[in-house]
């Protein structure tokens, strides 16, 4: 028996042509009349389910912000420590970004078109998802696992311009997986990270890559 294909819904199917043609042409480079004839839809379908081009962009971003929003807190609120959420949070945020790809690109390249309350309501979450960072750093001072000269904000600033702008260069048919990826990104930010004393302790020994050859 041939596998039931899966129907996608009007709304469905306008949502993943627009990530789709965003991505490759950008906000401004994309008409409502294009994603109508890409998506097989029809203008009532449209406006049926968006008010307005606009509105089609925030949905996209607050899909994206919101599902990474629920997984940084699952990383946060996981047992271990400071470090080994971190660690987590990392690895969760390059995982994201092979699997949402063309959202994550929409996300960082078209961001600054929302207006008004949708502008809002992502930066919002956005600021959510840095409090996150950062009490998770905050913490690895106070637990003395991270180093107390390094300033938790311009720490956390710098984890997500290495992190997220791998979207820029990563493809998934390259040289190295995602997961390979994330295996030298939580090396050198932990090995940047964590106090000197403890980089010998069996516990943080699986952050390393000298030791998982």
């Not at 307005?52 to 996209?60: A, P, V």
């Not at 930066?123 to 840095?130: A, H, L, P, S, T």
């Not at 311009?154 to 990826?181: H, N, P, R």
Request: glycine residues 6%; proline residues 2%.
């Amino acid at each position: 028996m041939e596998k039931e294909e899966i129907r996608l819904s009007t709304r469905e199917r306008i949502l993943n042509v627009s990530i789709k043609l965003f991505e490759e042409k950008g906000y401004h480079g994309v008409s409502v009349d294009e994603i109508i004839e890409e998506s097989g839809s029809s203008k009532g379908g449209f406006y049926h389910n968006f008010k307005s081009k606009e509105e089609l962009l925030f949905t996209i971003h607050d899909q994206y912000i919101q599902y990474t929003l629920a997984r940084g807190y699952e990383c946060y609120k996981a047992e271990g420590t400071p470090i080994e959420r971190l660690a987590s949070i990392i690895r969760d945020l390059l995982i994201g970004i092979d699997k949402y790809k063309a959202s994550v690109t929409v996300f960082f390249q078209d961001y600054r078109y929302l207006t008004g309350e949708n502008y809002k309501i992502v930066e919002k979450k956005r600021d959510e998802y840095v409090e996150i960072m950062l009490k998770i750093l905050e913490e690895g001072i106070k637990s003395k696992e991270i180093r107390s000269e390094l300033p938790p904000k311009i720490l956390a600033m710098a984890i997500f311009g290495m992190v997220d702008w791998t979207y820029i260069w990563y493809q998934k048919e390259g040289q190295y997986s995602i997961e390979e990826i994330a295996d030298i990104f939580v090396d050198i930010i932990i090995n940047s990270v964590l106090k000197n004393d403890l980089k010998d302790k069996e516990r943080y020994a699986p952050f390393f890559l000298k030791n998982k050859i």
